[in-house]
């Protein structure tokens, strides 16, 4: 907990002066202090991502980024001193309560941030990516050798800065301050509504502390999907603060905030819609921005595409691509379509062979009716969507609430034509749930408990062994040092194929598991089932391992 602590102050500190730089370069007056951290937290992944192109995210990028880091703290010294005196003063008109509740998240998440993730992603491309970026950068043709690594996410790109693979071992808790800062963003609106005035929409963000319960999941792994759930709440208040009256700040903002989603996560490109909307409706007052707009998402869009281009050799990634765009290095035809046509079918928990044929009504009666956590989510949200018609007559006031409804209706609809997974839904039903949450929840007394319960619910796992549930059970063994970022021990054997050695590990059993693996780390099942189904294996494209990978066709 300590290192972690120790770790997140240094992050603080070069993100804050990355932001206010950020801002100060756009000219951007008066943000909110938590909006500054993630705009920082958007420019130092940019950043990083460019560099990624060329080299290794090592201490070489550390270096760079101290060296521009002490340059801008000068040049924008008296700002950084303003906003930090910001952050005290939000943080002195606290209540005594949201005060201890702050206090009592803070420890939670860093007791979380320590202990062993168990997030199974984390254990089949999460640690796996952010290795690979560590050493090497953007390799092409990383897709070859596993098919997860195509997804290297802009959250990856930026907890690799945040690894410090170059010092120590275990550090990979980004999650746990993304989760920390839009509580204390949350508790702030809540505290503004209940002693300062009564907009309701600090209400709707401040209720967002009483989905710790299921976002503390996400706090042990570098999963995107918190990333995502966090910056989507900033750009559903952006979007509303900014419907009827737009600034500068509200736009710009929301420009940025909404490239670092897609940047972060493709399945989140209905977010567009957002500053599309502002912009269009504004156009007179926000026209003069323009260059600004399209400067911050044409430097967006081709980093995602040079990032897919390297790591997939296709700029349409995860779509499937067209032939005469793609590269020497890019998935075979065959496995691309099987698997695309695998991750539309996984959305539904049916075979590709099932998912071809049959009908999308029957497929959507089987999403409904799944079992398990998955059927839970899907249910819970349509009903969610179905529980707010009853309240729509009270939000038909604000149409920006009733665009937002739009835009979960259309978001369900690309899913439903795509992979519909809850967890990529899971932005709009927590919205929805706190504006329905807002219209029923009105006293003081009655929030506080609801807060106090939710984090007890926290605790009981987190401290606590659970029979027949899986979860990360702290240890006071974490108190200075957190657990290892894999919930394996790192054991491999070396396995020689043509022209290329693969670390496998020799305790994970799962079709793509690595753990922590050496790089570069390829689970045996998953290599047989290539060999055997699609007749290829990975090779490199020359003796160095920086210079990529293709699938070699067998005889």
Known sequence: MLFILLSWIYILAITLVAGVSVNRLLKLQDVNPILVLFHGFFGITLVAGFWAIFSAIS??????????????????????????SLFKQDFNKLSKFFKLLLVVICI???????????????????????????????????????????QTSGWHILQSVFSFNFLYDNFNDLNGLCLLLVNYYALIKLND???????PLNLVIGLFPIF??????????????????????????????????????????????????????ATTIVFVLFPVLIYIKHYKHVKQYTFIVW????????????????????????????????????LPTNIEAYFYNYAKAYGYAVTPEVYSSSSYLSLIKGWIFQSG???????????????????????????????????????????????????FYIPF?????????????????????ILVLSTIVIIVPLFFTIPNIQTSTFSTNYVIEPHENSQYKTEYKVLELGNTKFNTPTNIYFFWGTGNTKLPALNEQQLNYFKTHFKVIPQQRTENLEDGFYFKKLD
């Not at 999460?126 to 043709?141: C, D, H, P, R, S």
């Not at 018609?389 to 439903?416: D, S, V």
């Not at 919205?431 to 408990?449: A, H, M, P, Q, V």
């Open 59 to 84: 201490w070489q990028f550390h270096i760079f980024i101290l060296l521009i880091g002490f340059i801008l703290l000068f040049v924008n010294y008296s700002l950084i001193i303003n906003y930090i």
């Open 108 to 150: 939670l998440v860093l007791a979380q941030s320590a202990s062993p993730p168990f997030i199974l992603d984390n254990e089949s491309y999460y640690i796996q990516t952010i290795a690979w970026l560590n050493e090497f950068g953007f390799v092409k043709g990383l897709i070859n050798i596993h098919l997860f690594l195509g």
């Open 193 to 199: 509504f209940f002693k300062i005035n009564n907009n």
């Open 212 to 265: 710790n319960v299921f976002l503390f999941q996400f706090v042990s792994s570098p999963s995107p999907d918190l990333a995502v759930y966090v910056i989507s709440l900033f750009i559903f208040y952006g979007l509303l603060m900014n419907y009827h009256a737009c600034s500068k700040n509200g736009l710009v903002s929301l420009v940025m905030l909404t490239s670092f989603l897609i940047l972060i996560k």
């Open 295 to 330: 400067v911050v998402s044409i430097i967006t869009l081709s980093l995602i595409v040079i990032k897919n281009v390297l790591i997939t050799g296709n700029p349409m990634y995860p779509l499937t691509g067209i032939e005469p765009l793609k590269m020497p290095w890019s």
């Open 373 to 423: 956590m998955d059927g839970i989510f899907n249910k819970a949200i349509l009903l969610i969507l179905v529980l707010f018609l009853f309240f729509i007559k009270k939000f038909k006031t604000n149409k920006a609430i009733l665009f937002i409804y739009g835009a979960a209706l259309l978001q369900l609809f690309i899913l439903f034509a795509t992979s519909p997974q809850f967890r």
């Open 429 to 449: 039903v927590i919205i929805l749930s706190l504006f329905l949450l807002s219209e029923i929840i009105k006293s003081e007394k009655i929030t506080k408990g």
